[in-house]
């Protein structure tokens, strides 16, 4: 009894050394949704492709950080194990087993018992545990041994049901259900020695550890394996054990032993400090109920559950705190003490230590920031600003909203920035004394000070103020520099400083400011290897972080380079608080604040990402080589597999034909659509945040679109030569309708020309009758004026006669002068006739116009009229109408009143117009 009392005391006092820890491995957890697959996975292992395999239900999974893939046997059977063995991946299900290859990009079966007769029809055999020992192959059901050396196939059955076996060094265990354990030799067993305890016992797990021998049983605990059989092991953590439900174990390096439990998650044991940390619902895990284990290369853990998978980086540099209870809120500010943790957020201040959370007293509220000072927790909220010591929390002052506290680089002087404006705290060890700046109250954000009597302050909204102070910090001059440098965006400026030199970063730029020029001027240094950056905080001298393009950097300073190292963004991906990242350095780990936690990274951490990238790319669904074609207007989806998946998974990104942009690769898969036909290369590559490193190239090239096919080109051919075809004998089918129309038309034109020629000849004939007329009308008109001629000849007879008559006394000479003059101007009778008929054809016209107008004239009018449109005189006139000289002139006066004519108006060039 008293050393059961002795035992009970020393299992408690050790109690309360093993606690809890609250700081946990990242988990990375994977639901059927993600897998598209079943709810059990009986067995976890990665592959030599670096792959992780896991036998789930009906399926085998695949996944390589991008892809999840899943298979089915060909008898749709249930798979329960797996082995992988080179670039095979044995399998093990109901009454089959066989192995897995991968060609092409998709996974292959081979069976090895297809129509082999190894199981009895009777019992329902499954592969549960598939090892190897001795250089064979075990394939191991609730019933029989099957040993496999490549060719043959040994059957060794057993008298009772078997839970597992178990390869330790050179010896076999088989872990019967009731009858405890037993050693095989070749095909004999025994029950070892002492260890009868065992019986009716479900074992689940036989570990070697440093020369020991663990056995981990379902419901009793851990044992070890002694010189006299079997003894309890004797840590603290092997009662919660027996209550836990033990379904795997396994010991992994740096002394730890990770149990996976049915009811309570996973246990990670320091076997150093005798430390534990529980993974389960409560925190990060999806379900309590652990039935596998497996471990990738870089020591991390896979955890096969009992609906999902996770991924449980317990050999990561960082480590987290989860607030699961909603109790804390946002955390913008965390901090170590002896005990736990101090902890500044948006519901308050809280001491956590023991596993509890403990509210300060009157410390509702927003809490802004910590800051460990003379040995004392100095913390800025919303109603003031607090020193907590020993457990114990004291109000210094009531000024509203401490935002940030920072020393000088110059002395033991702190700085705060608050709501109103800045405190200063020139005595440490007295906090409850501070002065304020005046001339500047307003929201400050952030202060620093590198020169005796200035500090720079950044305003909360917008501005840079230099304070020029006394030695007693009274204010001199408040100058606003980025209105004298003339920057107009000069919204949310953050102030750095680094070795003593103070930084402004405004709206993505770098600036120092030059006291000789009295402004800002950019710095080369900075702007060269920090751009893009939207936050930075200081860690120590120097280290300090950035935010970049969304992804967190551990920056230090080595040599005259700056050294970086990637955090992966998904350790905090949706969960830092904007323009509130704050870090609490302790020793060689510093802390810093999510939205539902904090995290805690090493300082000496260094990611050194993989190059080694694997490309994998499909279009609908087929593997596509490098160097291959694809078709035009097809999806292709290049996977870039690091095989990495833990905390030095590379930071990758991607040029597409050799762009200028970098695109960042999501999750690892790259999606390319609407690629124009021809050569193109897709390079990979790593960014450490300063640099890129090309590690892997991609080259395909994307097939003429169908209708630049060879078969459409030749349909396009046949096409154009069809219509060519069918033009030429459609031309010529036009051109000789054209002919036909052409001698048709030649035709009417021919008809027309010899109508036309016939018109054209009768129209000569015309004036040919014409020409003849007018000859003819000429030689009317010669006649009459001979018909003129003659009749002055005989007027100037008459007046010859006249003339002899007034001259000549002698009678009979004047008879025969008489008679001598008349013959000689004789006018004939006939001649006067045809003198009248010619006058009246050459004047017909005339007379008829006449005649028409001027219907009372009478024909002796109209003969007056001929005769002076031919332009007669009045003596002319007088023997043609035989009458005297004054009866021409009486006849042509009484003709101008028939024509209405005044006595200005000339008649003969009256009748000429007619």
């Not at 192995?99 to 190894?118: A, E, F, P, Q």
């Not at 956590?352 to 959370?357: A, I």
């Not at 906090?431 to 909360?460: F, G």
């Amino acid at each position: 009894m008293k050393s059961i009392l002795l035992k009970s005391v020393f299992f408690f006092f050790i109690a309360l050394q093993l606690q809890a820890q609250e700081l946990l491995p990242f988990v990375e957890n994977y639901s059927k949704s993600d897998y598209q697959g079943d709810n059990q996975i009986w067995n976890v292992v990665q592959g030599n492709d670096d792959a992780m395999y896991f036998a789930n239900n009906h399926y085998l999974l695949r996944y390589d950080g991008v892809k999840w893939e899943k298979y089915t046997l060909p008898n749709k059977t249930i798979i329960r194990s797996i082995l992988i063995e080179g670039d095979k991946i044995y399998s093990g299900s109901y009454k089959e087993f066989g192995y897995w290859y991968r060609k092409d990009g998709t996974m292959h079966y081979v069976s090895i018992t297809k129509n082999l007769r190894l199981f009895d029809e009777r019992d329902n055999e499954e592969i549960w545990k598939i090892f190897r020992f001795n250089g064979s192959l075990y394939f191991q059901s609730f019933n029989d041994v099957f040993i496999y050396n490549g060719k043959t196939i040994k059957k060794i059955k057993f008298p009772f049901l078997i839970s597992y076996c178990f390869a330790v060094d050179k010896n076999l265990y088989v872990a019967s259900v009731q009858d405890g354990i037993f050693k095989m030799n070749d095909k004999y067993i025994s029950n070892p020695k002492g260890w009868d305890i065992l019986k009716k016992t479900v074992v689940h797990a036989i570990e070697k550890h440093q020369n020991k021998t663990y056995i981990f049983t379902q419901k009793k605990g851990v044992f070890v394996v002694d010189k006299n059989g079997l003894k309890s092991w004797d840590n603290p953590i092997n009662e919660t054990l027996k209550s836990a439900t033990i379904n795997v174990a396994k010991f992994i390096k740096d002394e730890k032993l990770v149990i996976g439990t049915g009811n309570r998650g996973i246990i990670i044991l320091d076997l150093k400090t005798n430390s534990y940390k529980n993974i389960e619902r409560d925190n990060v895990l999806m379900n309590n109920s652990v039935l596998s284990l497996g471990f990738d290369k870089e020591n991390d853990l896979w955890l096969g559950l009992d609906n999902g998978i996770a991924h449980v980086e317990v050999n990561s540099p960082i480590s987290f705190f989860y607030d699961n209870s909603g109790l804390l809120g946002s955390v913008y500010s965390v901090a170590t003490i002896n005990k736990g943790y101090l902890i500044a957020s948006n519901h308050g201040i809280f001491e956590y230590s023991s596993g509890k959370f403990n509210m300060m007293p009157n410390t509702q509220g927003q809490g802004w920031n910590i800051s460990l000072i003379d040995g004392k927790y100095v913390i800025g909220h919303n109603d003031g600003t607090f020193s907590y010591e020993n457990g114990l929390l004291t109000k210094i002052n009531g000024v509203s909203g401490g935002w940030n506290m920072s020393k000088s680089s110059i002395n033991d002087t702190y700085f705060q920035s608050t709501y109103s404006g800045i405190l200063v705290y020139d005595n440490p060890s007295d906090l409850s004394h501070y002065k304020i700046i005046k001339d500047l109250a307003k929201p400050i954000k952030y202060v620093a000070q590198n020169k005796k009597n200035e500090i720079w302050a950044a305003d909360n909204y917008r501005g840079l103020y230099r304070v020029v102070l006394d030695d007693n910090y009274n204010t001199l001059k408040v100058e606003n520099v980025t209105q004298q440098s003339k920057i107009v965006n000069d919204f949310g400026i953050k102030i750095f400083e680094f070795r003593k030199e103070i930084l402004f970063l405004i709206n993505n730029i770098w600036y120092t400011y030059n006291s000789i020029a009295g402004k800002l001027e950019e710095n080369e240094l900075f702007n060269e290897n920090f751009k893009n950056v939207t936050d930075i905080v200081s860690i120590d001298e120097d280290h300090f972080m950035v935010l970049q393009n969304g992804i967190l950097y551990h920056i230090y300073f080595e040599g005259n380079k700056f050294i970086w190292n990637i955090i992966q963004e998904k350790y905090y991906k949706g969960k830092l608080i904007n323009e509130n990242l704050r870090i609490f350095k302790k020793d060689n780990d510093y802390l810093f604040n999510l939205d539902d936690g904090f995290i805690s990274l090493k300082l000496k951490y260094e990611n050194k990402q993989n190059s080694k990238i694997e490309i994998e790319a499909f279009s609908n669904d087929v593997l596509i080589p490098n160097e291959s074609k694809i078709k035009f207007n097809t999806e292709l989806r290049i996977n870039a597999i690091s095989g990495i998946y833990g905390a030095s998974k590379p930071n990758l990104f991607y040029k597409l034909d050799k762009e200028k942009d970098y695109f960042s690769i999501s999750d690892g898969l790259i999606i390319l659509n609407n690629l124009s036909s021809g050569n193109h290369s897709v390079e990979i590559f790593k960014h450490d945040g300063a640099n890129y490193e090309k590690v892997s190239v991609y080259k395909f090239k994307v097939a003429e679109p169908w209708y630049f096919s060879f078969w459409m080109i030749l349909l396009y051919l046949f096409v154009i030569g069809a219509v060519l075809f069918f033009y030429y004998r459609w031309n010529k089918f036009r051109y000789t309708q054209k002919l036909k129309l052409q001698a048709e038309e030649l035709k009417h034109q021919r008809e027309i020309l010899e109508m036309e020629l016939k018109k054209e000849n009768e129209l000569n004939l015309q004036e040919y009758e014409k020409h003849i007329l007018e000859l003819e009308l000429q030689s009317k008109s010669s006649e009459v004026a001979g018909k003129s001629l003659s009749i002055a000849k005989q007027t100037e007879m008459i007046d010859k006669i006249q003339g002899i008559l007034e001259t000549e006394k002698d009678f009979s000479k004047l008879k025969n002068e008489i008679k001598k003059a008349i013959k000689i101007n004789e006018v004939n009778k006939h001649e006067w006739e045809i003198f009248e008929t010619n006058l009246n054809q050459i004047h017909n016209e005339f007379i008829i116009n006449l005649s028409k107008k001027y219907p009372h004239l009478t024909p002796k009018d109209i003969k007056l009229c001929v005769y002076l449109k031919m332009n007669l005189s009045s003596k002319e006139i007088a023997p043609m109408m035989n009458i005297s000289f004054r009866g021409v002139e009486l006849h042509r006066y009484r003709l101008r009143k028939k024509l209405n004519l005044n006595q200005d108006e000339n008649l003969s060039k009256f009748l000429l117009s007619l």
